[in-house]
């Protein structure tokens, strides 16, 4: 998709044009060999206007998009090779401007907003269920503020801070029934301060010390009966920080 850019030329002409007299809109398409539509566009003073449509040669929609003097102005949909939606976006004068959609198999997978071809504003990913699996607030491109991460079962495993794409501030991890499973102290995107991992009774199951990512002192292990076991290396991260790695890396691209 063009940003600002004159699409006129990326349309061929077609060989049926009609012409609109109260307005002197031609609208022009182009055709496969069999005569089925290929491309349906409007044009005005030589610049494409209006919507303009593209199809497959089973006659599937490809795209849709509507434009003003020959600039993406309006809503923009994207097909993928079934036929089904795979992406809905809003655009103002050429740059992606309000909510986009995205769609797997028709089912909607996120949906993000913009601002002057920015991402910002609310940013939700969606599982398989259609249950939300991720929430955030985008500034400038970046995941800024608080996230949420949910299970498939909508229940909250992960709630941590942002500040312009870094994770800043303390991310908890809960169990399934909002138990806290993990508490643990970033500062500029990496680990700082000392973690803490509890037992599904509520008491202290671990203890380590990290400076800027790296281990800064030993593991500290206790039982569920909250004595302290021998010392013990770094140890693993938990599944719900793996999977709270993934989502991240994925939000970030």
């Known amino acids: 998709m063009a940003n600002g850019k004159d699409l006129t030329g990326g349309f061929a002409k077609g060989d049926i044009a009609q012409a609109t007299p109260a307005d002197g809109t031609q609208v022009v398409e182009s055709r496969y060999e069999d005569g089925k539509v290929k491309e349906r566009s409007q044009i005005r003073n030589g610049k494409l206007e209006g919507e303009t449509q593209s199809f497959s040669p089973d006659g599937r929609p490809l795209r849709s998009a509507h434009l003003r003097e020959g600039v993406l102005d309006g809503e923009v949909r994207i097909y993928d090779d079934a036929g089904q939606l795979a992406q809905k976006s809003q655009y103002a004068a050429g740059v992606l401007d309000g909510r986009t959609l995205l769609y797997s198999e028709g089912q909607p997978i996120a949906m993000l907003h913009y601002r002057q071809g920015v991402q910002e504003g609310e940013f939700i990913s969606y599982g398989e269920t259609g249950e939300a699996a991720a929430r955030m607030t985008y500034l400038r491109g970046k995941p800024h503020g608080e996230a949420l991460y949910y299970d498939p079962n909508g229940k909250l495993v992960r709630r941590a801070q942002y500040a312009l794409g870094a994770l800043e501030g303390e991310a908890i991890e809960y169990d399934s029934k909002g138990k806290v499973l993990e508490r643990a102290p970033y500062r500029n ?58 989502l991240e890396k994925l939000v970030k691209g």
């Open 189 to 246: 995107g990496k680990l700082d301060g000392e973690r803490k991992r509890f037992h599904a009774n509520g008491k202290l199951k671990e203890t380590a010390l990290f400076k800027e990512g790296k281990p800064a002192g030993p593991v500290r292990e206790y039982d569920e009966a909250g004595n302290p076991k021998a010392a013990a290396g770094a140890g693993a991260q938990p599944w719900q920080s793996r999977m709270s790695a993934f």
